[in-house]
């Protein structure tokens, strides 16, 4: 898979996610922005590894998100905590679970496009 739209779906993942943050206040902005930090993560790993079959990249974008999610039970360091978060939530753990699927979907859908 080429780089270029992945780097292109990555910015509109980014763009989606402060927008969300900007329109919408609570659970909304809340939950939205964990299933698109998955999708970020699964387009990183696009990036890095553009051979990765989508079930994979599915696979490990949602397992770097609980990874991150449980070790916010452990403390996480205050630098670090703007970019993944300081408290344990149990339903974000759906949240990565449906982004991840939502990424995989459209990049099953990509692929049976004329995009190969």
């Known amino acids: ?10 910015l509109v993942t980014v763009v989606l996610g402060l927008g969300v943050r900007l329109l919408w206040d609570g ?3 809340k939950y939205a922005g964990d299933a698109l930090y998955t999708v970020l993560i699964y387009l990183l790993v696009l ?3 553009p051979r990765v079959r989508p079930w994979a990249a599915a696979l490990t974008a949602a397992g770097l ?5 449980f070790a916010q ?3 996480i360091p205050e630098v670090l905590r703007p970019l993944l978060g300081s408290t344990f ?6 949240w ?3 982004g991840a699927a939502t990424a995989w979907a459209a990049h099953i859908a990509y692929r049976s496009g004329t995009h190969g």
């Open 1 to 10: 898979m080429s780089r270029l739209p992945v780097m292109v779906a990555a």
């Open 27 to 29: 659970p909304v902005s």
């Open 47 to 49: 990036l890095v590894w």
């Open 65 to 69: 998100s609980w990874a991150i999610e």
């Open 73 to 75: 039970l452990l403390g």
């Open 89 to 94: 939530n149990p339903p974000d753990l759906f």
């Open 96 to 98: 990565y679970a449906a």
